[in-house]
């Protein structure tokens, strides 16, 4: 099946395929997605603008065909991630009434699932975990930030460590640690008969 994905970031467009593809192999063995290059789009032009939300979505219909299906992510940053998301949800099913779609609201940024999952971090690129500095993964406003501070030898870089990260970071611990993540789990096992 073809997911067709809207992110907002350069890191997500990288990021986002290759963290499907793992959720594939983990979640429902045996079913490998075509995950065509995400459609990167500015926030809030995407929600803000009629025009430019229905433009992009017709644009993610034509690259899932009529078999696939539509994720929006987008980060929640200071909005309700719920509410936030049943609104999208519904503009975006008015817009393409013939794909199904979702919404998924990584709580506050992409990076809160690097916190979920930090331990299973620790040591590489340049992150240093500390199990005395956990905390709860959807509350720092600014969760790049959080990894930043971090990072000993080197800076954090969007278009690289994202993908990276996500290539390495334990699912299942962000799927215990992260509300927004598991939301994304179920979109997941809804739409590919996940476990």
């Not at 509350?139 to 290539?167: C, L, N």
């Amino acid at each position: 099946m073809k997911v067709a994905c809207i992110v907002e970031g350069d890191g997500e467009v990288a990021a986002l395929p290759i963290l499907l593809r793992r959720l594939a192999e983990w979640r429902s063995p045996g079913i490998y997605p075509d995950v065509p290059t995400p459609i990167r789009v500015h926030r809030d032009r995407f929600l803000n603008r009629d025009n430019e939300f229905c433009r992009h979505l017709h644009l993610a219909a034509g690259k899932c065909g009529e078999h696939g299906w539509i994720l929006v992510l987008l980060d929640a940053d200071d909005d309700c991630p719920a509410k936030l998301g049943e609104n999208i949800l519904q503009r975006a099913q008015d817009c393409v009434p013939h794909r199904p779609v979702s919404a998924v609201l990584a709580n506050r940024e992409f990076e809160a699932w690097f916190i979920a999952a930090a331990p299973s971090l620790d040591g590489y690129r340049g992150f240093v975990f500390d199990p005395h500095d956990a905390t709860e993964p959807e509350v720092p406003r600014h969760a790049k930030g959080w990894i930043k501070e971090r990072m000993t030898s080197r800076s954090y870089g969007e278009t690289t460590d994202q993908p990276a990260f996500t290539a390495r970071m334990d699912l299942q611990q962000a799927f215990e640690r992260s509300r927004s993540f598991r939301k994304l789990c179920g979109e997941w096992d809804r739409r590919m008969g996940g476990i």
